[in-house]
C-alpha cells in the first residue's frame, strides 16, 4: 500500500465521521444516557417489555448518535451482520438465512410529514425487513391504521420486538389528532406486542406538545443529552474524529495482509495520530477551538471547520497542519453579509449609507424616494464644497485617470432608473425587505426595513476596495 | 494525458483556481464521503453557476473530453479510466442539476432529480458549451435551458430512456435516492475489478456506491417551496443513509436559510469579487469575431472600460454588455481611416462622451444588445452629418455634438412619457389627483379657493411663498408628502381642485367620470376602495412627478405654483 491509498483511506474514513455518515470511536460523556437507552432497547428485545421514551437535546448533541450507536451494539449483541441500520438492502439475501430477532422501523418528521405516510413507510419497512407473519408483497398492505393496528394487537409477547426510532419527534405531534403517536404509544402500553418507541428530538418542550390522552400513554421517560460541558470533553470528542483507527486503514491482524503493507500502514497511522497530537497542542488552533467552543458548544462547528483542511490531504501533504485551520477558520467565520457586501458597487455603498443615515434619524422604514433624496443632499453638498474633483483627482483612477477626473465620472449623481436598479438589487439580495406584506402603488414608495445593523455598514465601508474617502467621511459622519 | 480536468478548469476560469480546488478537495475520489451539503454563495455572476457546472461535468463525466475521474489517482490506471470515461457518457447521470426557478413546487425538484439521475447525462455539446462561455449571461442562460430542454427532448426520443417517474413527495424522493444510489451498474463493478482495497471503514457498508450530487440553483426560490424541504434537503445523506451531497448556488447568505427549529449546517463557499487582471482576462476573450488584428486594441478598450466603469459596475455581465455594446464605436473611426490605432488619447476623446452616457443608462438594458448593434450599424452605412447633434438632452450635450450620431442608439427609442397623449381634461383630472394626493388636504383652501375675482392672483401667490417658505423649513425630514408617495384622497376633493384650477366651466359632469373610470382602468389612478362600494371612493395617484411635469407644460399649467413642500 503507497502512501497515497493510506492518505486517501484516512480521508474517507475522516471525512465520514465528519458527515456522521459513521460512528464517532467513543462516546464521550453521554455514557450514561447510552446505558439507559440501550438496556430499554435490550429489555424490549431480551424480556419482550413494551416501553417508550423521549431523547431531548440540542441540535449535534449526539441524540441519533446514541440511537444509531445502541442499535449498532444490540445487532452485533443479537448476532446478525449489522453494517448500517439504514441498509435493509444489504440484508435482503440472508434475511431468509438469519433470523432476526428484532426489527427496526426509522421514522423521521422531516420526512414522514403525515400519518398516512408514516404508516406507509413502517408497512414498507417491516415488509422489508422480511417478516414472514407480516405478509406476503408489499402490495397486500392496505396502507390503512387498522390493518397495522390488527397485526400489532393480534402479536403475543414471544413475537419480534420492533423498535421504533421517531427522529424529530415534535414534527410528529403536529400531525392531525396525534394519531401515530397515540396508537404507537398505546400498543406499548397495553403490552400486546413488545415494542420501543424512542423519540428524538431537539424541543425541549415536546412532550408539553402531546395531546391529554397521548401524554397519557407515554412512559414519561426522557434522558437529556446536552453539548459537552467541559472544555476538555469538547476537545477529546474532536480529537477522537480526526484520530485514525486500525480499522479505518484496514489495518487487520490477518495473515491476508503483506507484511510491509502493515508495516507503512501502522507507520503511517503512528504519524498521523503524532500530528494530530501535536495539532491540538498548538497555540493558534486551540484558540480556533476554544473560540468555537465559547460560541457555541457544537461539534458540528467544528466538524465543519474540518471538511476543508482534510479534504486537502494528498500523497504532498498527508498530515494535517494547524496553518490550514486557522485559514478554514477564518473562512466559516466571516460575516458572509459583509463578503457579500464588500462586491458592492459604490452607487448601492452609497445607498445603503444613506440609508445608515435615515435609520440614524430614527426612520425606521424608509422607501426609495427618501433614500435617493438623502444620497442627492450628499452629492449636491458634496459638489458645493468643491472636494468632488480633488478626491477623484487625488485617489488617482489609473490608466483612466483623464476621463474620471474631469468629469467627476468616478462619483457621480446617478439618474434615479440606475439608482433603483441598485435599490432593488439591495433587495433582491435582502439586506432590504418590504415592511409590509401589501405591494400596491409603485415601487419607490414601498417601505422598506433595512436588515443591517449600522455597524456592519460601516465595517463595509472600511472594508470596501474601492471607496473613495468623501464618501467614507460622510458614512462616518452622524445625524 | 497532458492535461488534467484541474487544469482545464483552471484555464477555462481565471480567478477560481482556488474555489475549484476546494470544490474538488470536497468531491474527492468518485467513491469517496462528501459533506452532506455544501451552499455556493456570492454575488452574480461570479461565476458560481458556471464553475460547479463545469466542475461536475468534467469529474464526472457527461461533457469533458477530459480524462479520468481521479486525477490524483493511481496513474497507471489511465488507459481504463478513460475507457471508463467513455462508458460512463452512456451511464446514469451522477449529477442531477437543478435551477429552482424553473422546479418551483417539491415535486417538480423531485421527479427532475429522479430523471437526471436515472439517464445519462447531457451530451458532450452542452459539456463544452460550458466551458467555452463561462459566463452565460442571463440571457443566454435561458438559451441555454431552451437548447438543453430540447436536447432533452430529442434524446426522449432517440435513445428512449427511462421513463418520467412519479415522486409526490419528500419521503417518495428519500427512497427514490437510496434506489438511485444502490442501482449497480456496470461503472461500479469495473471499480470493483480494479479497487481491490476499496475503502473500507468503521461501520460504512462495504459496498459503498459512487456519490451522487444534487445541484440546486438559485436556492432562494427553495424557501418558497414548503418550510422543510431545506432541512431535508441538507440532511439527505443522513436520511437516505447515502453518499449524496447537496450544492445549494445561490446569492444570499446562510442565515436567511435556517429555519426555525435549526437543523444541520452546510459548508459555506464564499466565491469573491473578481480582481481587475482578472476580470480583463474573462473580457479579453469576448473579442468580437474578425476582429483578431485588432487585439491590443481590444485589450487596450476593455482595461479603459474596466477603469472608468468598475467603481459603479461589479457586474461582469454589465460589464461584458458595455464592451460589447461600445467596442464598434470605439472601433469604428480606426476603420473609417480617421484616427490611427495608435492615437490613444484621440479615440479616448471619441468615446468619452459614450461613456457618459452609458454611465447614466447604467443596467437599465432599455434596448437589447441586438437592436443595438442593428442601429449602429445602419448609422454606420448611413450619411453621418445630417444625425450628429440630434441630441440627447442632459449636460452630455457639450461632448455629444462632436460625436456621431450613433449615440442616439443609447438613449430609449420612444420616450414614453413624452409621448402619452391624453384628452385636454383628462389631463386636468390627472394634474388634480396628483395634487389631491401630494398636498395636504388642511391647505387647499389657500391654493384653490376663488376668493373674490379682484385680489385673488395677489393673495394666491403670497399664500404660496408662505407655503414654500414652510415647505423649506421642514426640509431636512424625510417624511414630506413628496418622499412617501402619493397618499388616497375622496374624489370629491380631487374633483373640487380640478373645477378650481381649470379655468373654463365644464357642463359634462358624466363624461368627467368616465375620464375617471378610464384613467382607473390605465391605472394612472388606483382606487383604494373596494369596487363594490359606489359612493366615497377613494383613489390614488399612481403618475411620477416627471410625468406630470410635462403633463402640466402640455396644457401650460404651472404644477410647482401649486405643490406644497415639493423641490
Known amino acids: 500500500m503507497s502512501v497515497e491509498d493510506l492518505v486517501s483511506l484516512a480521508k474517507t474514513a475522516i471525512s465520514a465521521r465528519l458527515a456522521e455518515r459513521s460512528l464517532p470511536v467513543a462516546l464521550v460523556g453521554l455514557e450514561e444516557q447510552y446505558k439507559k437507552v440501550l438496556g430499554l432497547m435490550r429489555r424490549t428485545i431480551e424480556t419482550g417489555e413494551s416501553n417508550s421514551c423521549l431523547i431531548l437535546g440540542p441540535r449535534g448533541t449526539g441524540k441519533t448518535m446514541l440511537v444509531r450507536q445502541a442499535l449498532k451494539d444490540l445487532e452485533r449483541q443479537f448476532g446478525i451482520s449489522y453494517q448500517d441500520e439504514y441498509d435493509e438492502e444489504e440484508d435482503d439475501m440472508d434475511v431468509d438465512v438469519v433470523r432476526k430477532d428484532f426489527m427496526v422501523v426509522h421514522l423521521n418528521g422531516l420526512v414522514q410529514t403525515d400519518d398516512r405516510m408514516a404508516l406507509k413507510e413502517i408497512m414498507r419497512q417491516l415488509s422489508r425487513e422480511g417478516e414472514s407473519e407480516l405478509g406476503e408483497s408489499n402490495t397486500s398492505f392496505s396502507d390503512s391504521l387498522p ?56 424541543r425541549m418542550d415536546a412532550l408539553e406538545l402531546l395531546e391529554k390522552r397521548v401524554k397519557s400513554r407515554f412512559s414519561h421517560r426522557h434522558y437529556y443529552t446536552f453539548p459537552p460541558g467541559d472544555y476538555h470533553d469538547y476537545i477529546d470528542i474532536c480529537k477522537n474524529t480526526l484520530l485514525l483507527t486500525p480499522a479505518d486503514l484496514e489495518i487487520q491482524t490477518d495473515v491476508m495482509m503483506v507484511g510491509t503493507d502493515h508495516r507503512t500502514a501502522v507507520a503511517f497511522m503512528k504519524e498521523f495520530n503524532e500530528r494530530i497530537k501535536t495539532l491540538f497542542e498548538d497555540g493558534g488552533f486551540s484558540k480556533v477551538v476554544q473560540r468555537i467552543f465559547d460560541l457555541m458548544k457544537d461539534v458540528r462547528a467544528f466538524y465543519r471547520l474540518c471538511f476543508g483542511p482534510v479534504a486537502e490531504l494528498s500523497k504532498e501533504s498527508p498530515y494535517l497542519r494547524a496553518s490550514q485551520f486557522y485559514e478554514s477558520g477564518l473562512q466559516q467565520r466571516v460575516d458572509n453579509k459583509t463578503e457579500l457586501l464588500k462586491g458592492t458597487s459604490l452607487l448601492e455603498l452609497s445607498l445603503l449609507i444613506a440609508i445608515k443615515h435615515l435609520v440614524e434619524r430614527e426612520v425606521i422604514s424608509f422607501n426609495f424616494e427618501m433614500v435617493y433624496d438623502e444620497y442627492k443632499d450628499f452629492m449636491d453638498m458634496a459638489v458645493v464644497r468643491g472636494t468632488m474633483a480633488s478626491s477623484a483627482s487625488s485617489l488617482g483612477m489609473g490608466s483612466g485617470g483623464s476621463i474620471a477626473s474631469s468629469d467627476g465620472v468616478s462619483l457621480r449623481l446617478y439618474k434615479k432608473a440606475v439608482a433603483l436598479k441598485a435599490f432593488e438589487h439591495l433587495v433582491e439580495a435582502e439586506l432590504l425587505r418590504p415592511a409590509d406584506s401589501y405591494s400596491k402603488g409603485p415601487k419607490e414608495y414601498r417601505m422598506m426595513r433595512v436588515m443591517l ?22 458614512a462616518a459622519r452622524r445625524g | 494525458m497532458a492535461t488534467s480536468p484541474r487544469q482545464l478548469l483552471h484555464e477555462a476560469f481565471p480567478g477560481r483556481a482556488k474555489q475549484i480546488d476546494q470544490i474538488l478537495g470536497f468531491m474527492g475520489k468518485p467513491w469517496a464521503s462528501t459533506p452532506p451539503s455544501l451552499l455556493i454563495n456570492g454575488n452574480s455572476s461570479l461565476g458560481k453557476t458556471a464553475v460547479v457546472k463545469a466542475t461536475l461535468s468534467a469529474v464526472l463525466g457527461g461533457g469533458s473530453s477530459s480524462s479520468s475521474s481521479s486525477s490524483d489517482s493511481i496513474s497507471s490506471q489511465i488507459r481504463s479510466e478513460q475507457h471508463l470515461q467513455d462508458r460512463r457518457r452512456r451511464l446514469p447521470s451522477r449529477y442531477a442539476f437543478l435551477d429552482c426557478v424553473e422546479c418551483h413546487t417539491p415535486r417538480l425538484i423531485f421527479e427532475h432529480a429522479i430523471y437526471q439521475f436515472r439517464n445519462p447525462p447531457p451530451s458532450q455539446d452542452k459539456g463544452s458549451k460550458a466551458f467555452s462561455s463561462t459566463h452565460t449571461t442571463t440571457t443566454g442562460t435561458s438559451d441555454n435551458k431552451a437548447a438543453a430542454t430540447v436536447s432533452r427532448k430529442r434524446k426522449r426520443v432517440a435513445t428512449s430512456p427511462l421513463d418520467w417517474n412519479k415522486c409526490e413527495n419528500v419521503n417518495e424522493f428519500v427512497e427514490w435516492c437510496r434506489k438511485i444510489c444502490d442501482t449497480k451498474d456496470e461503472l461500479d463493478e469495473v471499480h470493483e475489478t480494479h479497487d481491490n482495497h476499496r475503502p473500507v471503514s468503521g461501520s460504512i457498508s462495504k459496498h459503498q456506491n459512487e456519490t451522487r450530487y444534487l445541484v440546486l440553483d438559485r436556492a432562494e426560490r427553495l424557501r418558497d417551496t414548503a418550510p422543510t424541504l431545506i432541512p431535508v434537503l441538507m440532511r439527505l445523506q443522513e436520511l437516505t443513509g447515502r453518499n449524496i451531497c447537496v450544492i445549494l448556488i445561490t446569492t444570499i447568505v446562510w442565515e436567511k436559510f435556517r429555519s426555525k427549529t435549526g437543523g444541520y449546517e452546510p459548508i459555506v463557499l464564499n466565491f469573491p469579487q473578481y480582481t481587475k487582471s482578472e476580470t480583463v482576462a474573462i473580457l479579453g476573450r469576448d473579442l468580437p469575431e474578425g476582429e483578431e488584428e485588432n487585439m491590443d486594441l481590444y485589450m487596450r478598450f476593455v482595461d479603459l472600460v474596466y477603469d472608468v466603469f468598475q467603481r459603479n459596475c461589479k457586474d461582469l455581465n454589465e460589464i461584458r454588455h458595455l464592451v460589447a455594446l461600445l467596442f464598434p464605436l470605439y472601433i469604428k473611426p480606426v476603420k473609417e481611416g480617421k484616427i490611427q490605432k495608435h492615437e490613444g488619447l484621440k479615440l479616448h476623446r471619441h468615446i468619452q462622451a459614450y461613456f457618459v452616457e452609458a454611465m447614466d443608462k447604467l443596467y437599465l438594458r432599455e434596448i437589447s444588445s441586438t437592436e443595438w448593434s442593428d442601429r449602429t450599424l445602419s448609422v454606420a452605412s448611413g450619411s453621418l452629418s445630417g444625425v450628429s447633434g440630434s441630441t440627447i438632452g442632459g449636460g452630455a450635450g457639450g461632448h455629444v455634438s462632436g460625436a456621431p450620431g450613433g449615440d442616439r442608439a443609447l438613449t430609449t427609442a420612444l420616450d414614453v412619457q413624452n409621448v402619452f397623449d391624453l384628452p385636454y381634461y383628462t389631463k386636468f383630472i390627472l394634474i388634480a389627483s396628483f395634487l389631491a394626493s401630494y398636498n395636504p388636504p388642511r391647505l387647499d383652501m389657500r391654493y384653490f379657493a376663488k376668493v373674490s375675482s379682484t385680489g385673488s392672483k395677489m393673495t394666491k401667490r403670497s399664500k404660496v411663498a408662505a407655503a414654500k417658505k414652510h ?44 375620464q375617471i373610470a378610464s384613467l382607473v382602468s390605465l391605472r394612472m389612478l388606483q382606487r383604494v376602495t373596494p369596487m363594490d362600494k359606489l359612493d366615497s371612493i377613494k383613489c390614488k395617484c399612481n403618475v411620477s412627478y416627471e410625468m406630470i411635469k410635462t403633463l402640466a407644460k402640455s396644457t401650460r399649467f404651472e404644477i410647482d405654483k401649486y405643490l406644497y413642500d415639493f423641490s
Not at chain 1, 406499548?188 to 423519540?199: C, D, K, T, Y
Not at chain 2, 418622499?483 to 379655468?503: H, N, T, V
Open chain 1, 147 to 202: 390493518s397495522l393496528l390488527t397485526f400489532l394487537k393480534a402479536g403475543t409477547k414471544a413475537q419480534y420486538p420492533i423498535i421504533f426510532i421517531l427522529d424529530e419527534f415534535d414534527l410528529f405531534a403536529q400531525h392531525t389528532k396525534q394519531s401515530l403517536l397515540y396508537n404507537l404509544f398505546d400498543v406499548a402500553q397495553s403490552a400486546e406486542w413488545p415494542i420501543a418507541v424512542i423519540g428524538v428530538t431537539c
Open chain 1, 453 to 474: 445593523d449600522a455597524s456592519q455598514i460601516s465595517d463595509v465601508v472600511l472594508k470596501h476596495r474601492d471607496c473613495p474617502t468623501i464618501v467614507a467621511r460622510w
Open chain 2, 471 to 514: 415647505g423649506h423649513d421642514s426640509m431636512g425630514s424625510k417624511l414630506r408628502q413628496q418622499l412617501l408617495g402619493p397618499k388616497p384622497f375622496p374624489i370629491e376633493r380631487m374633483l373640487a381642485i380640478f373645477y378650481s384650477i381649470l379655468d373654463e366651466e365644464v357642463e359634462e359632469n358624466v363624461n368627467v367620470h368616465t
